[in-house]
């Protein structure tokens, strides 16, 4: 019997999510909104990477596309959310079992 394979949509989204992850900024940015107490603004993201606001801006709406981030409106800023606190320690325990040399 063969095991049974993943459909292309399982696929899509996975190869999604792991692009995403991919860079070093939007795992990091991934990483500081899951650590957080609460809520943080985008431009405070940005002043904590010390990186311009539209490039990190640019890397939120990859993260938001890939469902990994939720952007609230409050007021005229922009909050970010994980969707998924506790992923990157997943990822990050997933890279180090794989990653350990035998």
Known sequence: MMPSMLTEEDIRLVSTVLSALGNPTRLRIVELVSKTERPLHIK????ILEKDYAAVYRHIK??????????YE???SRVLHPKEAGLIEKFVK????TMKKE
């Open 62 to 71: 990859v993260l938001q596309e890939a469902g990994l981030l939720k952007i």
């Open 44 to 47: 405070a993201v940005a002043e």
């Open 94 to 97: 997933l890279a180090k079992k």
């Open 74 to 76: 409050v007021g005229r």
